[in-house]
């Protein structure tokens, strides 16, 4: 078997090649094709030579003994796990990976044959042993790493839900502080639109923890209905005015159909919409205005946020929807507000997008499928 697999090689190599580029979704690079079964096809040729030469040690070191070795790993199971590893960034399966080892043994059995050369026994096991020690080994770092990027992004998962959860209980407890301070300066009751705010917040801040809870008990209800757009974008005014105050901006808000309605979770979109209303608030610049209007175009409503805060530099847009990304240099918050504005908007099946308007400022753009009115 050593003198058939060393004068076939490039045969059985092109052999396997074929077979990987038949597959689907398989878009091996040339440095993984030269390094997979090729580096383990010369580790089982001098396997065989180390058996033939009666160097029992020297086989097990370049191939490992039968039913691999736990302790340590031999030359071939070094360079399997390498390769186990480089098929996970390939993002292929565990199949896969087998199928790469098999695609050797059908292509050595299948030239043995056309060719009518025969085997020993005990080169078949030899054969075997190595096959069974590489692909054990592959697999075995393949779930190894599989399993390690799984909790990883799982980590990252539950970093974000609780990130998502604190940044807008902060924005609710922000409004509702602002909302008690008006009321407290102007001698007002919490009957009005001032303490409306109030209510608003407290029951944005209600309905997080009570959705939060829901997901811990396994699924949080569904929250979607039908409404009208004028109250919603009356409803992020009023509360936005009194960041605006804050801010010292001028916030000017157009008129709204009032024939115009969405569908979705409400508040999740109210809150999506005061995040954009805060970061306009935030970057614009000092004694310019920040404008908000909605308006019908085709089957959707498009509601747009326009600050003026000169600009982007070039490639923010591209990356200002990311997660933990701060755009600002005093550092104060999670940099979740526009991702998590994004999140909420996709939810309802709607986009969010930013165009750049160079040296004037942003227009943060919420598109939802238009509904009629209940």
Do not use: W
């Not at 695609?103 to 030899?126: H, S, Y």
């Amino acid at each position: 078997m050593r003198n058939f697999l060393t004068n076939n090689r490039e045969e059985l190599v092109s052999r396997c090649k074929s077979k990987v580029a038949l597959r689907p979704r398989r878009a091996a690079t040339e440095h993984q094709l030269a390094n997979g079964i090729p580096l383990f096809l010369e580790q089982l040729i001098r396997t065989l030579a180390a058996e033939e030469d009666d160097k029992p040690a020297d086989s097990i070191r370049i191939s490992g003994p039968s039913g691999g070795d736990s302790l340590a790993l031999s030359e071939m199971g070094v360079s399997a796990t390498a390769h186990g590893k480089e098929l996970l960034k390939l993002g292929y399966t565990v199949d896969q990976v087998v199928h790469d080892y098999g695609d050797l043994c059908q292509a050595i059995t299948d030239l043995a044959f056309e060719r009518d050369a025969p085997f020993a026994v005990g080169e078949f096991r030899t054969l075997n042993r190595c096959l069974d020690n590489a692909i054990a080994d592959a697999v075995t770092e393949f779930s190894l790493q599989r399993d390690t990027q799984i909790a990883r992004q799982q980590s990252l998962d539950a970093t974000e839900r609780f990130g998502f959860l604190v940044h807008e209980l902060r924005n609710s407890l922000g409004t509702a502080t602002l909302a008690i301070h008006a009321l407290e300066l102007g001698n007002m009751t919490v009957g009005g639109a001032t303490g409306a705010v109030l209510k608003r917040s407290l029951s944005a801040m209600g309905a997080l923890i009570s959705q939060a809870l829901a997901e811990v008990r396994s699924g949080a209800p569904e929250q979607r209905q039908t409404f009208s757009v004028a109250s919603f974008i009356k409803d992020a005014e009023t509360a936005a005015r009194l960041v605006a105050s804050a801010a010292g901006c001028v916030f000017e808000v157009s008129p709204v159909d009032s024939l115009l309605a969405i569908r979705g979770n409400r508040e999740l979109l109210l809150a999506a919409l005061a995040n954009l209303l805060q970061n306009a608030f935030k970057f614009t610049h000092p004694h310019t205005d920040v404008a908000l209007k909605a308006y019908e175009l085709g089957e959707h409503v498009l509601i747009e946020v326009e600050d003026h805060c000169g600009g982007l530099p070039p490639g923010v847009a591209a990356k200002m929807f990311a997660p933990f990304n701060q755009h600002s240099h005093d550092r104060s918050g999670l940099g979740l507000g526009l991702s998590i504005a994004r999140q909420s908007v996709e939810a309802d099946f709607g986009t969010l997008t930013v165009r750049d308007v160079p040296g004037v400022g942003c227009v943060f753009t919420v598109c939802l499928p238009r509904h009629p009115l209940p």
